[in-house]
């Protein structure tokens, strides 16, 4: 009975090597299928820069990892040694997808490649096994040197929609929207000496979210801090509870779900900016998890403070140090849900920076579009600096030295806009103009007056940095 026992998993042990085991197949070259990412058409190319195209087997439709990982904007590393790949760890590939407005095509290929059993594939660190639309497990293909993955099963990995359009021999992948929404977190913080911003700076980088600042319209002072003199401004607000400092900078948090707020403890409550801010409605519906810094207080007295705020879902929240280590500890036992794509979106969607011009810093809420994406990656290698022209007395426009992708349009601009202007200049408005442009942002922390007065009437250096 044993030996028969013995035998039987004999030839399953064997069964299943031979299951797990690499094979050549025959595949299709798809030159004729089309892929769009957000309806737009998109062209594939592999590392050496020769065009590649989609394999289809057994039904399925495999785009090149590389390809995959350049159009969803997420990470790649490869690791021979292992024979793995690495999806969203490693160096971000920007090459290797791009949109056209015309796919071209060519003749399909019967080919062969190998039905890749043994490799790895690795997203947010855990192996991934691929199924297609009706649940049997699919391979990698390798072909020409590249791993190629089916579109689907990593479409719905990225949390993203896709569809087959049959007609139009079209693989349609889109973001789905709801799903964005869900992961989508801001820090938004108010701090005067910096502990707090410090703070707020790890949580960001932590979290890989976006961040935006609560500017006073009237900046405070050292003489408006003075704790020890209850005549001073911040005291006299704390003792005063239905102050409310005005704030200057228009914060849009409409697409964020969950926000961590932050600030200083003042005489023990939150300092009552915050509360004009949460007073202009712009919380309501959402999560948010209140941080601090102080002396020694707790949070709990502010947080009495904001719950009165009941339109807003507040979560418990901590008063932190601004040891790093601290403050990362604390945000990942909060388990905040965040994708990895959308922590790859806002890492590259750093949604602010700043121009330096005639001793003035303006602070720039950039648009969401290829070409801030582009700019935020050209600043992270250094500023910038632009030799801007005044122009008919509405702009300051000078080349930027390199190009950008430019989606333009008819706008009339109004002042403080920033745009890109023939791909490969930056103006910087003033005054309104029309014309054809492609929006990078606004500036945040002047009025057009200020900013008219800033600019003056002749040629200016701008100097842009993160
Ligand atoms: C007007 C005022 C009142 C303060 N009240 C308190 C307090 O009640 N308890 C405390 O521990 N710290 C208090 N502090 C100290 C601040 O909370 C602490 O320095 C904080 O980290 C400053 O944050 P910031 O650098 O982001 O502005 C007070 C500071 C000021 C200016």
């Known amino acids: 009975m044993k030996r028969i026992l013995f035998a039987i998993l004999m030839i399953l042990a064997t069964f299943s090597l031979c299951f797990a085991q690499s094979e050549e197949v025959e595949a299709l070259l798809n030159k004729q299928i089309k892929v769009t990412y957000n309806g737009e058409y998109q062209e594939f190319q592999n590392v050496s820069g020769t065009r590649v195209y989609p394999l289809s087997y057994e039904g399925t439709t495999y785009l090149p990892i590389r390809s995959i990982s350049s159009l969803f904007k997420s990470k790649i590393k490869w690791d021979g040694a292992s024979n793995s790949v690495y999806i969203g760890d490693g160096e971000l590939d920007t090459t290797s997808s791009k949109k056209v407005v015309n796919p071209s095509q060519g003749t399909n290929e019967n080919i062969k490649v190998l039905l890749n059993k043994d490799i790895k594939i690795y997203y947010n660190n855990q192996v991934q096994t691929f199924a297609d639309a009706n649940g049997k497990v699919v391979y990698p293909l390798s072909y020409n040197g590249s791993t190629y993955l089916p579109v689907r099963a990593v479409s719905n990995l990225f949390n993203l929609k896709i569809d087959w359009d049959g007609p139009n021999n079209t693989v349609k992948i889109s973001k789905d929207e709801q799903a964005q929404i869900e992961n989508k977190i801001a820090v938004v913080y108010f701090s005067v000496t910096g502990n707090t911003k410090t703070v707020a700076e790890y949580i960001k980088e932590e979290l890989g979210a976006d961040i935006f600042e609560i500017i006073p319209k009237q900046e405070y002072v050292d003489a408006d801090l003075q704790y020890n003199d209850r005549s001073t401004r911040a005291t006299k607000e704390q003792d005063d509870k239905n102050a409310r400092p005005e704030i200057k900078n228009d914060i849009d948090i409409s697409k964020y779900n969950t926000i961590l707020l932050g600030y200083p403890i003042w005489w023990g409550d939150c300092p009552r900016i915050i509360q004009t801010f949460i007073e202009t409605g712009k919380l309501n519906g959402k999560t948010v998890i209140p941080f601090c810094t102080s002396g020694s207080s707790g949070i709990s007295g502010s947080e009495s403070t904001l719950k009165s705020y009941k339109d807003v879902?507040?979560?418990?929240?901590?008063?932190?140090?601004?040891?790093?280590?601290?403050?990362?500890?604390?945000?990942?036992?909060?388990?905040?849900?965040?994708?990895?794509?959308?922590?790859?979106?806002?890492?590259?969607?750093?949604?602010?920076?700043?121009?330096?011009?005639?001793?003035?810093?303006?602070?720039?809420?950039?648009?969401?579009?290829?070409?801030?994406?582009?700019?935020?990656?050209?600043?992270?290698?250094?500023?910038?600096?632009?030799?801007?022209?005044?122009?008919?007395?509405?702009?300051?426009?000078?080349?930027?030295?390199?190009?950008?992708?430019?989606?333009?349009?008819?706008?009339?601009?109004?002042?403080?806009?920033?745009?890109?202007?023939?791909?490969?200049?930056?103006?910087?408005?003033?005054?309104?103009?029309?014309?054809?442009?492609?929006?990078l942002g606004k500036v945040t922390n002047m009025s057009s007056e200020e900013l008219k007065n800033t600019l003056g009437s002749s040629d200016v250096t701008l100097t842009l940095k993160k």
Do not use: C, H
Not at 319 to 334: A, I, M, Q, Y
Not at 411 to 418: E, P, R, V
Not at 429 to 436: A, L, R, T
């Open 313 to 439: 879902n507040w979560i418990s929240g901590k008063r932190l140090t601004t040891s790093k280590n601290e403050v990362t500890n604390w945000v990942k036992g909060l388990n905040l849900s965040i994708s990895n794509e959308a922590k790859e979106n806002n890492n590259l969607s750093v949604n602010t920076i700043k121009i330096e011009v005639n001793n003035k810093e303006l602070l720039v809420e950039l648009e969401n579009n290829e070409a801030t994406k582009e700019l935020v990656q050209k600043l992270s290698t250094g500023n910038v600096v632009v030799n801007a022209k005044e122009y008919g007395g509405f702009e300051k426009v000078g080349p930027l030295g390199f190009s950008l992708t430019s989606d333009d349009k008819n706008i009339s601009t109004k002042a403080g806009d920033i745009v890109l202007y023939q791909g490969n200049q930056i103006s910087l408005f003033y005054n309104s103009n029309s014309w054809s442009y492609t929006k």
